[in-house]
């Protein structure tokens, strides 16, 4: 596997274009591409990114940019036989040899996309989540990877033809990553019981809800899988927390100001936990993105606000409240035995109808992924089909 | 428990002032407490937190905001025999009783601290991170406390006495709360390995980092609880990441002004993973308050940025990693085996002398566990306290 540890880590970089000229003043190296295409790298981020200071087996960076003096100048560049990136060091004894495969790859004005956007929905533009048959998946990485892709794209999907028990559940969450254990446990039973801690194990209406607002980190993925349904009700319901939050930014700017703005006080209490967080509903990223939404009437503890304050944040809980409760944006489906419904908890609001226990049983099993994990089964998807493109060219 | 059940909540509120005088002009009560104290209170607030509208079993809330009408006013209010505040509500047919101990604990304008503030340390102000012995904070509450609590005022301290074994890590961490999984494991053993997967596991020198800047949530706590440590070299080295930022906040503004502002990229990959993470190294919280340092060295990959910021940035970061590397932020310690030490993550950078594993033996074990836990402990404590004093007033 020569190819690999001549880039410095452990992905793959398929040669789609070779360096047919290089230049340097000394702090910039300039270099064209076969295609046209230039490239201009900087002296400090190629010698940070040596791929030989590397430890051996871990191929983790070594190299301390502490130890960068200020005669560190690149002496020479060209592009050798094998058509690598040669550069010769000044200030420095050292020699640094970059693949092309990966300084395309790493080439800093060519855009470089693994995911796709979140795109929002309503009751309007989307009736259902997409489904993906179970089998199909981790049979076929191209449907693999848009079972992933989907829970980015539209923060939801149902997966079909799951085993429906607990191992059901353990096969599909473990495809995507490291399962995050909460105080209701690794798993998590979702069904009328007697003395429930908390109301998704009532028969109760459910209103819309992220779970847990009231922890510092708002788990990432839920997954609810469906072991039993055969009562009357508990019909299941997703919405768009980011559409509505469009919706409210959109209609009334100054309730969005509010909103993304003032903190709430989220709360789980029991009697041996006592979980709090205090941040606002709606989270905007540094530039006005929404990111983030945290919404649970029942995971409330009473507001900590200047006085003043109280009229206008109600006002605007409960227009928000409003919305997320309006048919408008709200999916409504039945999940069958079988089938495991993914969604993205800090954006995807679920919901449940009250349900009647004495008509039969409703029974999900459930646990919590971080978002990480799907992205790096997305990462590793598309390494693997890297590492594909250079067996087979290897092997021509 | 009569008590508990009339605050609608599992939380204890023991008496300590009572209510004398009561009025309200339909929209706000107004009520004077024997102590001279006065609290406002807003109708929709209160209405919010009516302790009858609440779930019997889970006490979380089932009031509706949505279901709010227009008409919704404070008919009248007037304190009970018993003490209570008795609100009779026009606009809908209810009536609330609440609680005097409830009341004055959740007053808006009177200051409740549960928490420390964290104190910024150095190697002048700080010589080693405190130490609890572990027979002491199981058996009592104060002393347990003020072990919680050090984690929030210093960020870290050592545990002693512990069981020098996997299971000894497991009653500290079981104390505090859930542990947090990641792709290194529920436990992960901290030795010199054959074919290690990151720096950790070698016996190379670590510079100071914060484990797992690679995820979208860096770990809050990290234990690590020493099982053998017979080295030559392999000193512990803790350093107050807050305190170094607050450094380059006065003497370096514009270099503060970058790494607060422009994203980093961390990443971690291994042959079946790849998480990646790109973010500043100091976050800031809305008010400009230090609220996260990410740093590590060897868990970055190649920097994404436009060229022009590439020097700047780099500058920012040798002199960020210059401090961090600097004797006079540093503590450095010997962990004996049966001491666990405890240490905020996003705040306190670790770090380890190189070691030569032929002189001996070096085991760490550690595990991480999220901030909410520890601060759901001190709350728990604090409401046991509260529990006692009604438990004690109610003998007498």
């Given at each position: 596997?020569?190819?690999?540890?001549?880039?410095?880590?452990?992905?793959?970089?398929?040669?789609?274009?070779?360096?047919?000229?290089?230049?340097?003043?000394?702090?910039?190296?300039?270099?064209?591409?076969?295609?046209?295409?230039?490239?201009?790298?900087?002296?400090?981020?190629?010698?940070?990114?040596?791929p030989c200071c590397i430890h051996p087996d871990t191929r983790e960076p070594i190299f301390n940019v502490v130890s960068i003096t200020n005669d560190l100048l690149i002496s020479s560049v060209s592009v050798t036989q094998e058509g690598f990136l040669e550069i010769i060091w000044s200030g420095e004894s050292h020699t640094s040899y970059f693949h092309p495969g990966w300084l395309r790859a790493h080439c800093l004005d060519l855009s470089k996309k693994t995911f796709p956007d979140p795109l929002t929905w309503d009751a309007k533009t989307k009736k259902e989540p997409d489904r993906f048959n179970w089998n199909e998946i981790i049979s076929d990485p191209e449907i693999e990877r848009n079972w992933l892709c989907s829970l980015i794209?539209?923060?939801?999907?149902?997966?079909?033809?799951?085993?429906?028990?607990?191992?059901?559940?353990?096969?599909?969450?473990?495809?995507?990553?490291?399962?995050?254990?909460?105080?209701?446990?690794?798993?998590?039973?979702?069904e009328a019981k007697i003395g429930p801690d908390t109301a998704a194990y009532t028969a109760i209406e459910l209103p819309p809800h992220t779970d847990l607002p009231t922890r510092e980190?708002?788990?990432?993925?839920?997954?609810?899988?469906?072991?039993?349904?055969?009562?009357?009700?508990?019909?299941?319901?997703?919405?768009?927390?980011?559409?509505?939050?469009?919706?409210?930014?959109?209609?009334?700017?100054?309730?969005?100001?509010?909103l993304t703005s003032v903190p709430w006080d989220f709360g789980n209490r029991s009697t041996i936990t006592d979980y709090r967080w205090k941040t606002p509903m709606i989270h905007l990223d540094k530039d006005g993105k929404i990111?983030?939404?945290?919404?649970g009437n029942f995971l409330r503890v009473p507001l900590q606000v200047d006085f003043d304050l109280i009229e206008p944040m109600y006002k605007a809980y409960q227009?928000?409240?409003?919305?997320?409760q309006d048919d408008r944006f709200k999916l409504r489906f039945r999940l069958e035995p079988g089938e495991c419904l993914i969604f993205d908890n800090r954006r995807v609001l679920h919901a449940r109808d009250s349900f009647d226990s004495s008509t039969g049983e409703r029974h999900l099993y459930g646990?919590?992924?971080?978002?990480?994990?799907?992205?790096?089964?997305?990462?590793?998807?598309?390494?693997?089909?890297?590492?594909?493109?250079i067996n087979s060219s290897s092997n021509e």
């Open positions: 596997m020569k190819e690999v540890i001549e880039t410095g880590d452990f992905d793959f970089y398929p040669i789609e274009n070779h360096i047919i000229d290089s230049s340097t003043d000394g702090k910039k190296v300039e270099i064209r591409w076969d295609d046209g295409h230039l490239s201009k790298f900087h002296f400090l981020w190629l010698r940070d990114n040596c794209e539209a923060g939801c999907c149902i997966t079909q033809n799951v085993e429906p028990s607990k191992n059901g559940l353990v096969q599909v969450a473990e495809r995507i990553g490291v399962i995050r254990e909460t105080n209701f446990g690794l798993f998590f039973d979702v980190y708002q788990p990432g993925l839920q997954l609810l899988h469906c072991i039993k349904n055969s009562v009357t009700g508990g019909e299941s319901i997703l919405l768009d927390g980011f559409r509505v939050a469009e919706e409210i930014r959109l209609q009334e700017p100054e309730i969005f100001e509010l990111e983030e939404v945290r919404v227009l928000f409240e409003t919305l997320n646990c919590y992924i971080e978002r990480d994990e799907l992205w790096s089964s997305i990462r590793m998807i598309e390494r693997r089909n890297r590492q594909k493109i």
